[in-house]
């Protein structure tokens, strides 16, 4: 099933990628709630969270915790607030933002 995000995995579509591994993929989020929001989604094609694979999950809330650290380093936010979303696009994917 292809989608939106699955484009930005394949390459063809642009993307600010900030991590890629077997697994996962994160990038800059393309209409962020706010500055410095990112997306991470896993790299097989997920339709929705309840589908994921236990190891996938855990790899995904990992690296969002890792750029959420990060994002607390940066922008020096009161909160970093994670979101796991399926509403736009059919994929899952776990939103990331410094608020």
Do not use: K, W
Request: charged share 20%; aromatic share 6%; net charge negative.
């Amino acid at each position: 099933m292809a989608c939106a995000f699955c484009a930005i995995i394949e390459g063809t579509s642009p993307a600010s990628i900030i991590y890629r591994d077997e697994i996962v993929i994160a990038f800059m989020t393309i209409h962020p709630s706010s500055p410095g929001e990112c997306t991470v989604i896993p790299i097989a094609h997920v339709d929705h969270f309840t589908d994921v694979e236990d190891g996938t999950a855990e790899r995904i809330m990992r690296v969002a915790q890792r750029i959420g650290r990060r994002m607390r380093e940066v922008f020096q936010p009161q909160r970093v607030g994670m979101v796991v979303h399926g509403y736009g696009v059919a994929c899952l994917a776990l939103l990331t933002a410094p608020s």
